[in-house]
């Protein structure tokens, strides 16, 4: 039984050694840092979102007052829109628009006059109380539920009612080619509403990008109610629980957020920006060669990885180089490469989706110890992991090796001289016969000890 036990024991022994040794072999090389940004995969519709939620936020809530710009005529609306040119011609899903319909229902609509841009998408057929979600098959717009398919930006899709509480504004931000155009929702009503006062309604906006095409959708009050005893009804509309959000094309093609409860939550200072232009770039980082001495050359490997979706433009990688080592080199795969105050700066180029480049950075090591380095990548699109994009290397530098002393054979008195002087024959002469008187007592000794036996 004890064998057993013992060779169990041996066992876990030799398993933990291994996965000591394989730990010890990881852990000279760098790797990718921190957590990915709240994101969808692309898909048919192009788009892809990405949010300001915890742990890594990329988008940042950056809320546009649109309060002192055009106070729309849904305002006092319910179930209605309002057709409005935009200041900019604004790509969306694969079509060129210069207007669209601001619905009182929280989506621009880009099917211009449609019948179905009044509509509340309110439909209990695949959620209780609920809308339907994108992308939605009506293509007719046969009932105030749906929508007909058509191409849209859904804000908050419910049966909002700024004509109950609430107003409705819009406004042309900044100067061109890098104007927003913004529409605020501001403080509007649910239909379902008892009260129906200020105070008891949503706050969010709706921003077009000129430059980018981009989409990005605000959240700044997303709570109709707090109090269940003042108006308990529309509790359950609150956080987005009954409204549709994302972007939609058509019967097949759309990008959801949020839908009847499912997907991400609906809150205060939320952002999302809807975009084409993402990128996953990644850098990791290795050394070499393994053992490393003061005085010793040392090379930084950093290699940048596009993981889609898009391709990426304009890639830099940036190393400041730390204390304690001294610039001898850098050469990349792609691109150039210079160093100005210890910091290498090397613009790789592009990078299309699932490709790679790498720099190699040779420095020479000053200090033993521990140092660590780090590197950051940085591209035109946004990075939806940018903790990704940066490597950090720690390299354990030992001492120089200090030299083996080379042995000095002593050296005789040299000959020639005057006794007296410490140098000469005679004294030569004297060493020769003490030696040799040495050698004939150690003579006498043995025989005189064979005589008493």
Known sequence: MHRYLTGRSG????????????LALLAPFGGRSGARADTSGPNASGYVWIDSNAPDPVVAFEWVDATDGTLSAITDEDDDWETVTLPFTFFFLGTDYTQTDISSNG?????IDSECNDNYNWDDTLVDESGNPIPYTDTLCEDTSGWGGNPLIAGWFDDLDPGECGDVYYKTVGSAPDRQFV???SDVCHNDCDLCEAGEGVTFEIILFE???EIKVQYQDTLFNDDPAADP???????GATATTGLDLDDTVGLPYHWGGAGETLTDNLA???TTGAVDLSATKTTAPDTINVGDELTYTITATNNGPDDATGVIITDPLPDGVTYVSATPSQGTCEEAS????CAIGDLANGESASVDIVVTVNVDGTISNTASTAVDQTNIDPDGGTAVQDVTIGAAPTPTPTPTPAALPPTGG???SGSGTPWLVLAIGGLAALAGGAVLSRRFARARR
């Open 272 to 274: 999302v920006l809807y």
């Open 183 to 185: 529409v605020e929702y």
């Open 418 to 420: 005057q006794p007296g």
């Open 107 to 111: 989506f621009l609509s880009f099917d």
């Open 342 to 345: 210890g910091t290498v700066t």
């Open 11 to 22: 066992l876990i022994t030799a398993l933990a050694l291994a996965g000591l040794a394989a």
């Open 211 to 213: 430059a980018t095409n």
């Open 233 to 239: 009804d529309i509790l359950e509309e609150n956080n």
